[in-house]
């Protein structure tokens, strides 16, 4: 009997292979199509029209380059077993499985204290329970508990197959040349090295390249000013409508899955929980916008109205934080052209900060291992263009206000 076989079609990597039971089980489980229904770039489509991928879409493309990582180790000799190489690729098909709506623009705001990552694990033995235990090694790969350490660092390291997927993915979707790195090239140079996953001496330009887009996507892309307000107004609806249900306000009611998370969750994420958490996705925020852009509460309506017409707030980017006297000048204008209290109209001039470091020589080691067997940091080979200068984090300051 032929052993069945699909073919997706993707716009990044060409044609993605899915060839085993187990990975048709995972793809076509109800938590892992949810990933269908929520963006990849949160609100980054206000910006880039074309950013509307969804995570399922990167997860089949780091799956697909996780297929082409195993394939290319096991040609240089690593021993990786049929039974790994299963674990790593149904591993990094649901290394996302636990993000909530909207991605990273919500986290910790819809589903409080609760880290994605975290919530994955949850998700991925709950499968794993259903799949009687045929989870078990994907688990242990994901959570780094496999001897084998490189299989882990192929899903979340410094040089994954995840980063490999979103900067390739999202500089396609996003149109930003910037993002461009040769993916191809740095899985052809991958090498295992005393069980630590490394690079060919070969691959030092490819990596130098990939912090560079990396950093320049970060800016460009994922902290662009207008994005970060867009996301941040999100924010503080979602804020303002706990804060009316804590007033004992029933008006917050949407008739769905988020009710749950507002009216009944007790913050302890048990399996209940959980199932409702796997019901989420963007349609219930986005619905709830717009319900809530007719709501009586003149903050709520105001936000609400203003993100569904992309009228969003000015922002302001300096190396600086804003003066104090700034912002309350600014609030103070706020609360006289709405008509509402001081207090409130922090919800239309605020600030904050965001930083991105390219390369940190602390917690992240990308190592080159040379023709002569020594191993060398990425920052620390000659003439690198990843130097200490370049490791230290970049921090701006921004404050959002009505235009």
Not at 70 to 95: F, Q, R
Not at 241 to 259: F, P
Not at 365 to 389: C, F, H, M, P, T
Request: charged content about 20%.
């Amino acid at each position: 009997m032929t052993a069945k076989r699909k073919i997706i079609n993707d716009p990044v990597h060409g044609f993605i292979t899915i060839d085993h039971p187990l990975l048709f089980r995972i793809i076509t489980h109800p938590y892992y199509q949810r990933l269908r229904r929520i963006h990849q770039m949160a609100m980054a489509y206000l910006v880039y029209p074309g950013a509307v991928h969804t995570r399922l879409h990167h997860s089949l493309g780091a799956y697909h380059l996780m297929c082409n990582a195993v394939t290319e180790l096991k040609a240089k000799g690593v021993a990786i077993t049929e039974e790994e190489a299963l674990a790593a690729k149904a591993a990094i098909l649901l290394h996302d499985i636990g993000h909530g709506p909207f991605s990273h623009a919500l986290e910790h705001v819809l589903i409080q204290d609760v880290h994605h990552e975290t919530l994955s694990l949850q998700i991925m033995q709950a499968m794993n329970q259903e799949f009687d235990g045929a989870l078990d090694m994907a688990i242990a790969i994901f959570t780094d508990q496999y001897p084998k350490k490189f299989l882990h660092q192929l899903i979340s390291g410094q040089l994954d197959v995840d980063r490999l997927d979103y900067l390739t993915r999202d500089s396609f979707f996003t149109g930003v040349n910037e993002g461009v790195i040769g993916y191809d090239r740095i899985i052809k140079m991958l090498v295992v090295y005393e069980g630590q996953l490394l690079v060919e001496e070969k691959g030092i330009y490819s990596i130098e390249k990939f912090l560079v887009a990396r950093r320049l996507m970060y800016w460009q892309v994922y902290l662009h000013k207008t994005v970060l307000a867009a996301e941040k107004m999100l924010v503080h609806i979602l804020d303002r409508a706990r804060k009316l249900v804590a007033s004992g306000d029933t008006e917050i009611a949407t008739g769905g899955t988020l009710d749950y998370f507002f009216f009944t969750y007790s913050g302890k994420m048990d399996a209940y929980a959980l199932s409702k958490f796997c019901l989420l996705d963007d349609a219930d925020i986005s619905f709830a916008v717009k319900k809530w852009a007719n709501h009586s509460d003149k903050v709520l309506s105001q936000l609400c109205t203003m993100l569904l017409n992309r009228s969003l707030l000015k922002i302001t980017i300096s190396p600086n934080p804003p003066e104090t006297a700034l912002v309350q000048s600014l609030q103070e204008k706020a609360a006289q052209q709405l008509g509402i209290t001081l207090e409130d109209a922090a919800n239309f001039v605020f600030t904050g900060d965001a930083s991105n470091t390219m390369y940190q020589t602390k917690d992240e080691r990308i190592n080159i291992l040379y023709r002569d067997g020594s191993v060398k940091d990425i920052s620390e080979v000659d003439n690198a263009l990843i130097q200490q200068n370049l490791s230290a984090p970049v921090k701006k300051f921004y404050i959002c206000s009505l235009r």
